[in-house]
């Protein structure tokens, strides 16, 4: 918009974004801080994320790095305490697993969440992959697999538009399940804000697909962002593994979802993407005692094996003695 | 997932994604073909991108390129003929504007509508960024806008979850609105698929914000895919505004936005960002005459001219002598 378009001097003074500071960090990088009206906001976290970085996403050369101020938002409904009190887990991290591959029917995903609860585990999420195909429909798979894992909590993905989602957390709630996985990239953030609002029961792990954070960085979007809208816990791709965020990234970003922050409960940071048991002690040491470990392919991979290697990894964090 | 954790023949050889090729682009830029199986889709865009680029969008080193093969997608119910009937204009480029700053109250920007319909102009988009804001409530602004444009049409624009756009498509239709203005990375593509279903007789121009296309290339996103989810319109940043697209992204984009495909209705490119009235005669010649020429600030920058400026804006289109 064009200043010299706007006559009016409310729209002058309150509402048109504000250049605050301008520093050069050299090489042809700058750090600018941007003045936004709240007023351009209102509540809704889409139209937050379209003030934020909705243009500003279109320019090549444009990271959004940081929001600051009062966001309209809750924050988690149950974060890092809830977690912990629905499985009685205290003291130590929480550990978790992933059910696939795609393409397994109903019964076979069930009978492999039962070997992995069988193992100690404490959530299993589904793949995020996993949606409602007709290899393994939405109810049919939460029905299933509800039965199969005892304490364990069993964590369906959420997929499809609103209406579609309040439908599955309704099926899941009648499955006595209360913590549901979400990837607010692909589903919206309003849409997320909406089940978060008139869910209050349910704890939300979000994903981190289409997340494309080398644009957003991925401590703004993932640790704090997705805490202030609702998510109990964030998962993401930790360092070393199959996505390339260094630890530095992982450090900030498990910072941002558990910083103590003014009437906002913690989320709790959950790294993921090609872990290994092996690495358990190491992570353990990197992230503390309030971080959830999510090992997917590597307790596959075991096979026959799969409960055994569960049960190494719910014993190494169980025993694990902090540095 | 690990391959060797699978032990099932149908799974391995009809679900599992598979390397279709390789090729060296040289300079260390690799040309990667990977088949997957549309069982894991379904019918849901949202699973679409997931599917996609969901947790590739993570790795800071891979562009989607495109997406080929028989996508579950109905494509533009109205597309470039439709939006043509609307306003009646046949055998010349559309012509369109943007309505703002934000922070004016709604009867200030119907004035303001009003004179740009004065002008001669085809379509009337909201800024994107205006939403349901206290200074221009939805149902308020959108009503006092329908009865300022006489023939032109007003193009609202949505925000919030699928249950607030339903209300805001079904408030603009009970003013007479059959034209509607959506984002579909920040209101999901789920929601957009919804609406597009739900409301067949409502034509969509897709807004490119949080499109981020520097990791999904913008002719594939915002050309593409926009398009086969139901995009009648396609707004994009022309190059040599305000944005960095080359021209031949912008050219490419436009061809897939148009170019004919077995049962999908073409969609109407319309590039925008920072366009001026005296580009007017070289944009057509690039585009000819299926696009719709979107000019917001430069019109709005002439103030108390504006009618006049929007007049010379419809005239250099309807008077245009293609080279």
């Not at 193992?119 to 029905?143: C, M, N, T, W």
């Not at 959830?292 to 392919?297: D, E, F, Q």
Request: aromatic share 6%.
């Amino acid at each position: 918009m064009p200043l010299k378009a706007i006559d009016d001097q409310h729209i002058l003074g309150d509402i048109v974004g504000a250049v605050e500071s301008i520093d050069d960090c050299g090489d042809g990088v700058f750090d600018v801080r941007i003045a936004l009206s709240a007023a351009t906001v209102g509540g809704d976290a889409g139209q937050f994320l379209n003030m934020a970085f909705g243009n500003t996403s279109l320019h090549d050369d444009v990271v959004l790095v940081d929001v600051d101020g009062q966001l309209p938002f809750p924050g988690p409904q149950h974060g890092i305490d809830g977690l912990r009190q629905r499985v009685g887990a205290y003291g130590r991290a929480l550990t978790c697993s992933a059910l696939k591959p795609q393409g397994l029917p109903a019964a076979r995903l069930a009978a492999l969440a039962e070997r992995f609860a069988r193992g100690g585990i404490d959530f299993i999420k589904d793949d995020h992959g996993l949606a409602d195909q007709s290899y393994s429909p939405f109810a049919e798979r939460v029905a299933a697999i509800a039965g199969a894992v005892g304490r364990t909590r069993y964590v369906p993905s959420l997929s499809g538009n609103l209406e579609t989602m309040r439908r599955q957390v309704e099926i899941s709630g009648a499955c006595g399940i209360d913590t549901m996985l979400i990837a607010p990239m692909i589903a919206g953030w309003s849409t997320f804000q909406a089940l978060v609002r008139d869910y209050p029961g349910v704890a939300f792990l979000a994903h981190p697909s289409m997340g494309g954070a080398a644009r957003i960085a991925p401590e703004l979007l993932i640790g704090k962002l997705f805490r202030l809208i609702g998510a109990d816990a964030v998962i993401f791709p930790n360092h070393g593994g199959r996505f390339g965020y260094t630890p530095d990234v992982c450090r900030r970003l498990a910072e941002q979802a558990r910083a103590p922050r003014d009437g906002i409960r913690s989320s709790i940071p959950v790294p993921a993407g090609g872990m290994t048991v092996d690495r358990v002690p190491e992570m353990l040491d990197f992230y503390g005692v309030d971080v959830m470990l999510l090992i997917g392919g590597n307790l596959l991979a075991a096979r026959e094996q799969l409960t055994d290697r569960t049960a190494n990894f719910t014993r190494a964090v169980a025993q694990h003695r902090y540095r």
